[in-house]
């Protein structure tokens, strides 16, 4: 690990032309570099994640748990969960600001301190922000955030920052300072998400064992002693025991799955435009695979070695586990990060560092400019299909179903749980909320809508899917003393056909349905009222 206060790299540093050593280190530029992490986000009224519409709705339900109407519809069990990070901090400030700007705000912050913790964890092992660590910054907007893992993706900001504290206090203080530090800090992460709580432990067990076997100790000794060092963060395990077995509650499964595999590592970056998305993500992984080969360039072994850690975790650990998805994905990104962020230009070289500094602020540049526009184009699409839900009473029952593409399909228009804003604004109940226990506080009070009750069965996907539902099936066996509405997405209008269903509100992105009485019905197969289409 390079001390910036040493000799040598205080040489070093004064040999350097100023105009080479510094730009894209001075305080400036790494201002600017995280400034515009968060330029994506600021003009979307609400950011347009795929999950994050369903979460909003979820923190409307939270903050008037026990008050009419949506006390109707959804019980709250508070209990102290690993999945609580955003929820609580939209919680604390939406009696100020609002449920949807409070959202906002603190979406908002997590690519910011993202980007923040990359450049100091970089700093902190280097001395000094490396060239080449400024590939990492997209991973800021990875596929975790991108599908809005909001909780996640906070914890995953928090451990990177919490890794460059690690390494800080590993230069001066003594092990059992910074085990003690770390207890509240793992009991934090945990509480934002559990995932993030156990990537913690692995990426700091394995800074703490290369640091052992940078001292000289065995493979075994430096081993046991990081082991002994990450101890105290395993806290929260008794909060998951005391947590019953809900905790664990939920399909565990798709074990190495090489295609699914495969298709994370293509989708790193998984944005709007498949190709450029592709290479944009097979750039970062040339640059560690040059790294590996160059003579030019090293790694750091006290983040390399955490990056291949991550690396196998990612391949030996399945797509679901208790009823958590994805959690092999969620992994990557951060691998990635930390490889890239432990490669240095050898000392001297630096002409070549200067062009990749300048090959690598293009990167991160063009990747929120893309964002920037992505952005906009989901945008415009939720609020089009959210003009449907003025037809909705408030504290109405509306059934959802929404046109889902494949898992596999890129162009996906993050309107699965777009439902979630109708239930922060008319606070009615869907079948779009969560309600896997030790996950989510949130439990529906209608057993009679059930399977139509939560998540997933909202989504209608293609023929191909195994297992799909098509919308004739959801429409001929939906509980019709349940919903008195029917909300179709990405479906032509008309296309939930059955002679109790009449159109009160339509464009082209979504269709809302009145149920009428069995004796108000018509005859023929679908009825139209002769109102306005929503603009």
């Known amino acids: ?181 770390f207890v509240p800090i793992s009991c934090l992460i945990f509480v934002c998400h559990s995932f993030g709580w156990a990537m913690l432990g692995l990426f700091v067990f394995g800074a703490e064992w290369a640091i052992g076997r940078k001292a000289g100790r065995t493979v075994v000794g430096a081993g046991v002693r990081a082991a002994l060092m990450c101890a105290p963060m395993s806290l929260p395990l008794v909060l998951l025991a005391l947590g019953g077995p809900d905790h664990l509650t939920g399909g565990t499964g798709d074990w190495f799955d090489v295609r699914l595999k495969l298709f994370w590592v293509g989708s790193l970056l998984r944005e709007r435009w498949q190709v450029y998305d592709v290479l944009c993500a097979m750039l970062l992984y040339a640059v560690i695979a040059l790294a590996l080969r160059s003579q030019r360039l090293a790694l750091a072994p006290v983040l390399a070695v955490p990056a291949l850690f991550g690396a196998i975790a990612f391949v030996l650990l399945p797509a679901f586990y208790a009823g958590g998805s994805m959690v092999d994905m969620r992994l990557l990104p951060m691998t990635v990060a930390l490889a890239l962020l432990a490669i240095e230009v050898a000392a001297g070289d630096n002409k070549l560092e200067a062009r990749i500094a300048r090959l690598a602020v293009a990167f991160f540049v063009i990747r929120m400019a893309t964002t920037t526009l992505a952005f906009l184009l989901f945008a415009q699409g939720q609020t089009a299909a959210l003009r449907a839900i003025d037809a909705m009473p408030q504290g109405a029952s509306v059934l ?5 593409p494949a898992a596999d399909n890129w162009t996906n228009p993050r309107l699965s749980h ?57 429409i001929a066996t939906f509980d019709r003393r349940t919903f008195g509405y029917v909300w179709t997405i990405g479906f032509p209008t008309g296309a939930a056909c059955a002679p109790d269903l009449k159109v009160i509100r339509a464009n082209t992105r ?26």
């Not at 009070?445 to 009750?453: C, E």
């Not at 979504?510 to 603009?535: E, F, I, K, N």
């Open 1 to 181: 690990m390079s001390d910036p206060n040493s000799p040598r790299e205080t040489r070093a540093a004064a040999d350097e032309p100023i105009a080479i050593r510094r730009w894209w280190r001075t305080r400036a530029a790494i201002a600017l570099f995280i400034a515009l992490a968060v330029v994506p986000l600021l003009w979307p009224a609400v950011p347009p994640l795929s999950d994050l519409p369903g979460h909003i709705g979820r923190y409307r339900i939270m903050a008037e748990a026990g008050r009419p109407p949506l006390s109707e519809h959804y019980a709250v069990h508070w209990a102290l969960i690993g999945n609580l990070g955003v929820d609580g901090l939209v919680l604390a400030l939406s009696p100020l600001l609002g449920i949807e700007l409070a959202t906002k705000v603190i979406v908002l912050l997590i690519p910011l301190v993202s980007v923040a913790a990359m450049l100091w964890l970089a700093r902190e092992v280097h001395g000094r922000v490396p060239a080449t660590a400024l590939f990492a910054l997209p991973l800021a907007y990875a596929s975790p955030f991108q599908l809005g893992f909001v909780n996640f993706a906070l914890a995953a900001a928090l451990v990177l920052a919490a890794l460059a504290l690690w390494l800080r206090l590993a230069r001066g203080s003594a092990p059992w300072v910074r085990a003690l530090i």
């Open 418 to 474: 777009i439902a979630g804003l109708a239930i922060a604004r008319r606070r009615i109940f869907t079948n779009e909320q969560w309600a896997l226990a030790g996950q989510q506080l949130v439990r529906p009070l209608h057993p009679s809508a059930a399977p139509f009750d939560r998540d997933p069965s909202q989504l209608i996907y293609p023929a191909t899917v195994p297992g799909s539902m098509s919308l004739q099936q959801a």
């Open 510 to 535: 979504s269709t809302v349905y009145l149920v009428m009485p069995s004796r108000a019905a018509d005859d023929g197969p679908c009825r139209t009222a002769a109102t306005r289409p929503a603009q």
């Open 400 to 404: 959802v179903l929404v046109n889902e």
